[in-house]
């Protein structure tokens, strides 16, 4: 079925070191896989995405990596702010309903 | 955000009352979501339209409706029959780009029931 997992579900770094966050998913037919920041109270943000044609994608201190065969993609965070703390979730657009399947979300926490 | 509007940002009802949740784009975005967000969850799929006139049921229909009479806009009616409303909920309108639909979320609406 629908499915993508999201590991882990917190995750504590000090400031200025990377944070990884790993998604897995389970339909290979699954073309379209963004990143979403959500802060307290507010509506989550495309922070960035990645299409099932590329491997790897850039900006600035942030990058997501897709491995296809395995059905894997995750979200790097390098020289973390404490403004990067937040709840981000992953989410795979599965071409088959067109609806997208969020990850349960990762607490990111950044200690100055 | 960026042109996707809810209101209101919060909401109180008594048991037993219908409310209904209000957002609209202006995005010229052809379909528009529908989700449910619990503390400290992630977010689950009530509803989804693709084009006008047209929407389907999403994981957790059941005690709400929607209507998507205007391409810019997308209510959602939460019933009497929704046992447990209180939660986050988030509009969200999404644009066909490069073959693929890039997804934007709306600010959300904390319906409280008391």
């Known amino acids: 079925g629908e499915n993508v997992e999201q590991h882990p579900s917190t995750l504590s770094v000090q400031e200025g070191d990377s944070a990884v966050i790993k998604c897995t998913y389970s339909d290979s037919a699954s073309n379209y896989f963004p990143w979403y920041k959500q802060e307290l109270g507010k509506g989550p943000q495309l922070i960035i995405d990645?299409?099932?044609?590329?491997g790897e994608k850039k900006d600035q201190r942030i990058a997501v990596t897709l491995n296809k065969t395995a059905k894997h993609f995750s979200l790097h965070i390098t020289e973390t702010q404490p403004e990067d703390s937040a709840v981000y979730f992953c989410?795979?657009?599965?071409?088959?309903?067109?609806?997208?399947?969020f990850g349960t979300g990762t607490r990111l926490k950044v200690l100055a | 955000d960026g042109g996707i509007t809810q209101s209101p940002k919060y909401l109180f009802r008594k048991e037993g009352q219908n409310v209904t949740l209000s957002c609209e784009q202006n995005?010229?975005?052809?379909?528009m979501y529908w989700y449910r967000q619990d503390p400290g969850q992630g977010l689950r799929l009530i509803y989804y339209?693709?084009?006008?006139?047209?929407?389907q049921k999403g994981d957790i229909a059941e005690g709400y409706s929607v209507s998507r009479e205007k391409k810019e806009s997308f209510p959602l009616t939460v019933t009497s029959a929704q046992k447990n409303p209180t939660a986050f909920y988030l509009c969200a309108s999404s644009t066909r780009s490069g073959g693929v639909d890039t997804q934007y979320f709306g600010p959300g609406t904390r319906l409280t029931v008391l």
């Open positions: 995005l010229n975005h052809d379909a």
């Open positions: 990645i299409r099932s044609n590329v």
């Open positions: 339209s693709q084009i006008v006139n047209d929407f």
């Open positions: 989410a795979a657009l599965y071409t088959g309903t067109y609806k997208y399947i």
